[in-house]
């Protein structure tokens, strides 16, 4: 009986100190969940990265864990969830294994509640609609992971491979700029032009570019090689010329300028600001530089490889004209 009955007691005893005893070992271990593990890794970020006049957001009882700060205070109409927006933005992570900081490029043009659907962050919604609030304004906004990509993080391949894809439970540290809150509106067009103007100033600064003259409705241009001929290019001449259409990151778009390539066209059929420039300030032999606002460019819709509101740089040489 004794032999029966010990080994079954033992096994008893240490199916006890198991199940008490063990859990008691993990009293010291602290197991965060994912809001309380993004908020560590926000107030880590902005201590090592030395940033100041962050907010945290407290919109419905500080619920999103998101902090902001806001670099330029916008005016107007608070922005809603069923306006249409547009905005370039900044987007990076903190652990600096993604990082895309062009806003030539990053451009958005949709309505604010589209954002999410779009496959941007539902933070970046949040952000803009609770935190932004006025269209014309900027701010820079960190954004918990669980309101970024989440766990399943965001692209494919290793994301050890700088740019390649967001890992997951990564924090986003995002600048945003939103331009105007209605497309169709006279201060939204105006809210254009003005952007479009200091984006073309910014870049004849960083491109250490000068000469050029702006006329009344924001086109610069300059004339790189006057023409001897005076032949004069109407609203309905064909040329020939051959030309390059370039962002302001330096991105071709369209055209070739290596006096091989050439294009016969039509002036009516080019766009507003390449017209202008061409029919007011080219003749035959005519090389010019145009550095052409969005409102007269491809204007608030993206053009294929051309974003959204995008200023552009084209230069021409003017072969021939057909009157």
């Not at 100041?52 to 608070?78: E, M, N, R, W």
């Not at 002036?267 to 007011?280: F, H, K, Q």
Request: hydrophobic share 35%; with cysteine.
């Amino acid at each position: 009986m004794k032999k029966t009955i010990y080994p079954i007691l033992s096994i008893f005893i240490i199916g006890i100190i198991l199940a008490t005893g063990l859990p008691s070992c993990r009293k010291d271990k602290i197991q965060l969940n994912i809001k309380q593990y993004d908020s560590v890794q926000i107030q880590n970020y902005i201590a090592s990265h030395g940033l100041t006049g962050f907010q945290k957001d407290l919109t419905g009882g500080d619920t999103s864990g998101i902090y902001y700060k806001i670099t330029v205070p916008g005016s107007g109409a608070p922005i809603q969830y069923a306006d249409k927006l547009a905005m370039v933005y900044t987007e990076q992570t903190f652990d600096g294994t993604y990082g895309i900081t062009d806003t030539i490029s990053q451009h958005f043009d949709d309505y604010v509640g589209h954002i999410q659907d779009e496959g941007y962050p539902a933070g970046l919604q949040i952000a803009i609609h609770n935190l932004l609030v006025y269209p014309n304004a900027s701010m820079r906004v960190l954004i918990p992971s669980h309101l970024a990509y989440g766990t399943a993080g965001k692209g494919s391949g290793s994301s050890q491979v700088a740019n390649n894809r967001i890992g997951g439970n990564e924090c986003l540290d995002m600048y945003v700029h939103a331009i105007a809150k209605d497309n169709h509106s006279d201060t939204s067009a105006q809210a254009f032009a003005a952007y479009s103007d200091i984006v073309i100033k910014n870049y004849m600064r960083d491109s250490s570019l000068t000469g050029y003259t702006k006329t009344s409705d924001g086109l610069y241009y300059k004339v790189l090689t006057p023409a001897s001929t005076n032949d004069p290019i109407g609203l309905y001449s064909s040329i020939t010329a051959t030309y390059t259409g370039q962002l302001f990151n330096g991105s071709i778009f369209d055209g070739t300028y290596n006096g091989t390539n050439t294009l016969t066209a039509v002036m009516a059929d080019l766009i507003p600001g390449v017209r202008e420039g061409i029919t007011n300030y080219a003749v035959a032999g005519t090389k010019i530089s145009l550095l052409i606002p969005s409102q007269l460019g491809y204007g608030v819709p993206a053009a294929n490889s051309i974003p959204a509101f995008s200023c552009l740089r084209f230069t021409w040489q003017i072969i021939s004209v057909t009157p």
